[in-house]
């Protein structure tokens, strides 16, 4: 399965050259402590737009990010949006994992941000989607510090 995701500033890039990019940002500056974030979003239309952004935070000097839009038929309810949400995230999760378990010597947090907040429809889905994320092995953020999520890949939904 071949997956495409966009720069903003280089355009088309595989999942490959996104982490080859990720790598050479980290690099220019290795002294910085980094932050890994992949967050996903929603948008209903006729049918559903999901967004999944891969950010990497240099903390406190900005940040390089990248997203890839998909759209999905008969996903009836908001909680089928959220756990789509949420696999999409953590199946990127997991094809970066064997590249990022090379580089434990770098200073990075990883962190699976979901669109679910304690305020809104979502709160009744909070204790089940934080532990599926916790029990697949990755931190999770939710709103309101999930930007990952609620911010980056929020705009390229609409």
């Known amino acids: 399965m071949k997956i495409a995701f966009i720069s903003p500033s280089k355009g088309r890039l595989s999942l490959d050259e996104v982490f080859e990019d990720i790598k050479a940002y980290i690099l220019e500056k290795p002294k910085f402590r980094y932050k890994l974030i992949i967050g996903t979003d ?19 000097k900005g940040a390089r990010y ?58 009744e889905l909070i204790k089940e989607v ?13 709103k309101p510090e999930a930007s990952g999520a609620s911010k980056v890949a929020d705009k390229y939904t609409k």
């Not at 934080?130 to 939710?142: A, C, F, L, Q, R």
């Open 42 to 60: 929603s948008h209903l239309r006729e049918d559903v737009c999901f967004v999944t952004a891969i950010i990497v935070h240099r903390i406190g």
């Open 66 to 123: 990248y997203y890839r839009r998909i759209y999905k038929q008969n996903i009836i309810n908001l909680r089928q949006r959220i756990f789509t949400e949420t696999s999409l995230s953590l199946e990127i999760m997991d094809l970066l994992k064997p590249e990022l378990d090379r580089m434990k010597h770098l200073n990075m947090d990883i962190e699976v941000h979901v669109d679910i907040g304690e305020k809104g429809d979502t709160k």
């Open 130 to 142: 934080v532990g599926w994320v916790m029990g697949s092995g990755y931190t999770i953020k939710i």
